[in-house]
Nanobody
Framework: QVQLVESGGGSVQAGGSLRLSCAAS????????MGWFRQAPGKEREGVAA???????SYADSVKGRFTISKDNAKNTLYLQMNSLEPEDTAMYYC???????????????WGQGTQVTVSS
């Protein structure tokens, strides 16, 4: 049974930083592709960053140069380092996993419950 549990969200002022974590269990972690998504009230869920099983990464244009996705296969944990945060980054952030390489498309099979990020100006 695949489980994904996010943590690390919170409230921060514009220009600040947060690091999100996603602890995974129930599958061969290193063989899965994973992604971070976010959803603000009234908006569709959007892909933020993704990392494939081979370590290649992709980012939404809105976060390039500010966010970094990484994973620690030994700890079965996915990370999202978020720097230079902006009020527009305020959303619920979700991690997702799948054997298929979906990149930034929200078609992953497995999802966490989300962690809230709030950025004030």
């Amino acid at each position: 049974q695949v489980q994904l549990v996010e943590s690390g969200g919170g409230s921060v002022q514009a220009g600040g930083s947060l690091r999100l974590s996603c602890a995974a269990s129930g599958y061969t972690y290193s063989s899965y592709c994973m992604g971070w998504f976010r959803q603000a009230p009234g908006k569709e869920r959007e892909g933020v960053a993704a990392i494939d099983s081979d370590g290649s990464t992709s980012y939404a244009d809105s976060v390039k140069g500010r966010f970094t996705i990484s994973k620690d296969n030994a700890k079965n944990t996915l990370y999202l380092q978020m720097n230079s945060l902006e009020p527009e980054d305020t959303a619920m952030y979700y991690c997702a996993a799948d054997r298929v390489r979906f990149g930034l498309l929200p078609r992953y099979r497995y999802w966490g419950q989300g962690t809230q990020v709030t950025v004030s100006s």
